[in-house]
Nanobody, 125 residues
Framework: QVQLAESGGGSAQAGGSLRLSCTVSGYTSGVSAWAWFRQAPGKEREGVASMYGGGTDRAYADSVKGRFTIFPDNLKNMMYLQMNNLKPEDTAVYYC??????????????????WGQGTQVTVSS
């Protein structure tokens, strides 16, 4: 059984940093796309950052380019999202996800078939 578990969420001041972690267990398929999504109250879920092939291909939402970095720890089967220069509009529940049949990094939520439960990130001004 594939399970994804996020951690590292919390509160930060605008301009601050947080690092989210995603621990993956039970996943033994081949190369795939791993990604971070977020959902703010009253808004649709949006893609934040994605990587394919253990980080050889990456994609970012325009709103986070230059501020967020997605990277893996392939030995530990984990994924991270380093978030710098946080803004109040980054406040959301953040989810990690896997698309096991992807052939490149992408942010189409409907294609991802494994999801974590989410972790709250709150950024105050």
């Amino acid at each position: 059984q594939v399970q994804l578990a996020e951690s590292g969420g919390g509160s930060a001041q605008a301009g601050g940093s947080l690092r989210l972690s995603c621990t993956v267990s039970g996943y033994t398929s081949g190369v795939s796309a791993w990604a971070w999504f977020r959902q703010a109250p009253g808004k649709e879920r949006e893609g934040v950052a994605s990587m394919y092939g253990g980080g050889t291909d990456r994609a970012y939402a325009d709103s986070v380019k230059g501020r967020f970095t997605i990277f893996p720890d392939n030995l530990k089967n984990m994924m991270y999202l380093q978030m710098n220069n946080l803004k109040p509009e980054d406040t959301a529940v953040y989810y990690c996800a896997i698309d096991e049949i992807a052939s490149y990094a992408h942010l189409v939520a409907s294609d991802f078939n494994y999801w974590g439960q989410g972790t709250q990130v709150t950024v105050s001004s």
